[in-house]
C-alpha cells in the first residue's frame, strides 16, 4: 500500500486516516474494536482521535474515544507496534502550557501507551502566545510523551505566525496541518491556508472529507436529514453545488461500481497537497466503502468532472 510522508517528519501513513469521533459514541465498544482491527488488517496505519470525543453527547466528559482505543490496545498488545496514534489537545480549555502538559499526560494514560506518535494543537488559542504552547509540545517530545507535533484549525496567517515561531526559538516544527476539506467545501483550504501550508513543507490532512455524510449519497433531500445524529448539519449542502457533486458521483459511481464515499474520499486523497483524508465509519460496511478508496485510481476524465463539479 502507498505510503506518504507527513511533511519532513518521521511518519509514513496510507492516504486514509481513520478518524475515532465515533468510538464510544455513535459506534459502540464492540463495533469499534471489530472497525480498528479490519482497518489494521487491511494495511491502515493510522488512527485520529481527540481528548474532547465525545464530550457533545449527553452524559459524556470527553475521553471516550480514547478509552476505546486504549481497551483495544490492551486487548492486544502487539496491535501498537503497526499503529501509529494521533490525538489533540486544547478544544475545550485552550492551550496554556499547563493544560497541554496535563492533558497529554491523561490522553497516555487513556490510550494505555508511553509515546502519542502526532499530537495536534486542536485548534488555534489566541489568548496564549504561540511561543508558549509551542514551547510546552516542544517539552513533550524532549521527554519522548510525544514524536511529532501538528496545527488544526488554523488560518494562514496564524499557521505562518506559528512555524516561524518554532523556527526562531528553536521549537519543535510542526509537521502536519489538519483541516477542514471536502468536495462541497473546498474553499476551507484551496488558496492561501494551502498555500501556506504547502510553503512551510507541512502535511495535510482533511477532516470532514465525506462532509458529515452528505458525500455518501445519504442525504439528497430535506426529508432525508433525519436519519442519522448528524444530519441536520448537511441543510447546506442540499443547496448550490452539492446536487451537482452528487450528481457528478453518481455517474462516477455507475461507471466504476465503487460506493460514492469510495470515490469522494479518491479523489481528496488525489488532489495536490493532501496527505491523507481522514475518514470515520461506525460499521464494517462503511469501513469497506472508506478503504476501497485506497484502491479506485480514478480517470483523468474523471477527476476532472469531479473537479468542474465541485469547483
Known sequence: MERRRIGDSELEVAPLVLGGNVFGWTADETASF??????????????DTADVYSAWAPGHSGGESEGVIGRWLKRDPAKRGKVQIATKVGFLEGL?????????????????????????????DDSVPLADSLGA??????????????????????????????????LTKPCALQTWYNMVERAKLEGPLLDTATAHGLGVLSFYSLANGFLTGKYRSQNDLGKSVRGMRN????????????????????????????????????RPG????????????????????????????QIERLNQASA
Not at 464515499?261 to 486523497?269: E, H, I, K, P, R
Open 34 to 47: 471489530a472497525i480498528l482491527d479490519a482497518f489494521l488488517d487491511a494495511g491502515g496505519t493510522m488512527i
Open 96 to 124: 496554556a502550557p499547563d493544560v497541554i502538559a496535563r492533558a497529554c499526560d491523561a490522553s497516555l494514560e487513556r490510550l494505555g501507551i508511553e509515546t502519542i506518535d502526532l499530537y495536534y494543537q486542536h485548534k488555534d
Open 137 to 170: 509540545m516542544d517539552a513533550l517530545v524532549a521527554a519522548g510523551k510525544v514524536r511529532s507535533i501538528g496545527l488544526s484549525q488554523f488560518e494562514p496567517g496564524r499557521l505562518d505566525e506559528a512555524m516561524r515561531t518554532a523556527a526562531a526559538g528553536g
Open 235 to 270: 441543510t447546506e449542502y442540499l443547496e448550490g453545488r452539492g446536487q451537482r457533486v452528487l450528481a457528478a458521483l453518481d455517474d462516477i459511481a455507475a461507471e466504476t461500481g465503487a460506493a460514492l464515499a469510495t470515490v469522494a474520499l479518491a479523489w481528496t486523497m488525489a
Open 274 to 301: 493532501i496527505t491523507a483524508a481522514i475518514a470515520s465509519a461506525t460499521s464494517l460496511a462503511q469501513l469497506h466503502e472508506v478503504l476501497a478508496a485506497l484502491t479506485l485510481e480514478l480517470s483523468a476524465d
